[in-house]
């Protein structure tokens, strides 16, 4: 007696789950060390008095925030390895991109709270590599997309939009360290800057999961 067919998978839940991980992961964190003690009230959004990795070092906010952002990075391996196969031929560097991107944030998020030169160092290139590599993959992304019919203008446009804003905070805390003597302002622009940027990474994986929605992109298992 034959199986019945499997129907196929939905994939607009991928990078809508990845937008909630990370939205949810760096907020809870950020009142459960303001609630603790280890940071003081504020919006870092606005006053940038602190980053999102200090906010998410010390206490339970450490804790919750490795939990979420560890299965985090395995989607957004996953996410990047079926957004290749449904770019087709010639998008394999998006996979392999996506992979390093993934590896990077599942390095960060694992040494995030522990102390040493060593850990220091896996922390911030960890970081570094997260948003080089998976920016690097947007753009091959965007590129590959433009070709495919039925993707909405206006969302890959929306897309392309919020990639811009992210290349420009990155020059924007480039120039921060360059042009602002003040350490104290440095730090507190630095630190707004990387709130922003995670904001928007967030913004353009809920525009990935609405093109693929309005595309019914699906995960054939059969």
Do not use: K
């Not at 911030?124 to 433009?146: E, I, K, S, T």
């Amino acid at each position: 007696m034959s199986r019945p067919p499997v129907p196929p998978i939905a994939l607009w839940p991928l990078p809508l789950a990845i937008a909630a991980l990370f939205t949810v992961a760096a907020h809870v964190a950020l009142w459960l060390s303001i609630r603790d003690g280890w940071i003081g009230g504020c919006i870092p959004y606005v006053e940038g008095c602190t980053s999102i990795s200090r906010a998410a070092r010390h206490g339970l906010g450490n804790h919750v925030f490795r939990l979420l952002v560890l299965p985090c990075a395995l989607l957004v391996g996953l996410h990047w390895w079926l957004a290749a196969r449904w770019l087709g031929a010639g998008h394999r560097d998006v996979a392999w991109l996506g992979a390093v991107a993934a590896v990077a944030l599942a390095v960060y998020a694992t040494f995030l709270g522990t102390e040493g030169e060593t850990y220091r160092f896996l922390r911030r290139y960890g970081v570094v590599c997260f948003f080089g590599f998976g920016y690097l993959a947007q753009l091959r992304f965007l590129r590959g997309v433009r070709g495919h019919a039925g993707a909405g203008t206006r969302l890959v446009a929306a897309m392309m939009l919020v990639s811009v804003l992210m290349l420009g905070l990155g020059l924007g805390n480039v120039a921060a360290g360059v042009l602002v003597a003040d350490d104290g302002l440095q730090d507190r622009i630095e630190n707004a800057l990387e709130w922003h940027l995670g904001w928007l990474l967030a913004a353009w994986y809920l525009l990935h999961a609405a093109l693929w929605a309005r595309m019914r992109t699906r995960l054939l298992l059969a």
